[in-house]
Nanobody
Framework: QVQLIESGGGLVPTGDSLRLSCAAS????????MGWFRQAPGKEREFVAA????????RYADSVKGRFTISRDNAKNTMSLEMNDLKPEDTAIYYC??????????????????WGQGTQVTVSS
């Protein structure tokens, strides 16, 4: 049984930083992409960032490019999202996600196979 457990959310002021982590258990994702999505109140869940597990290729949403960095540790089966220069519009529940197959380039809400339970990120203005 695959489990994705997020941690690291919280309440921070505008311009501050947070680091989210995702620990995967139940299988290793050596040939699969993993990523982060977020959902703000009243809005649809949206793509944030993804990383190909084997070669480390990354992809970012335009809204976070240059501020967020996704990384992974194959040995520990974990993934992280370093978020810098946070803005109030980054406020959302952030979800760790994984696919059985595919690439970071093709990862989307519609083709995610596994979801974490989510962690709240709130950025105060």
């Amino acid at each position: 049984q695959v489990q994705l457990i997020e941690s690291g959310g919280g309440l921070v002021p505008t311009g501050d930083s947070l680091r989210l982590s995702c620990a995967a258990s139940g299988r290793t994702f050596t040939r699969s992409p993993m990523g982060w999505f977020r959902q703000a109140p009243g809005k649809e869940r949206e793509f944030v960032a993804a990383i190909s597990w084997m070669d480390g290729v990354t992809r970012y949403a335009d809204s976070v490019k240059g501020r967020f960095t996704i990384s992974r540790d194959n040995a520990k089966n974990t993934m992280s999202l370093e978020m810098n220069d946070l803005k109030p519009e980054d406020t959302a529940i952030y979800y760790c996600a994984a696919r059985n197959l595919g690439s970071a380039q093709g990862m989307d809400v519609a083709n995610v196979d596994y979801w974490g339970q989510g962690t709240q990120v709130t950025v105060s203005s």
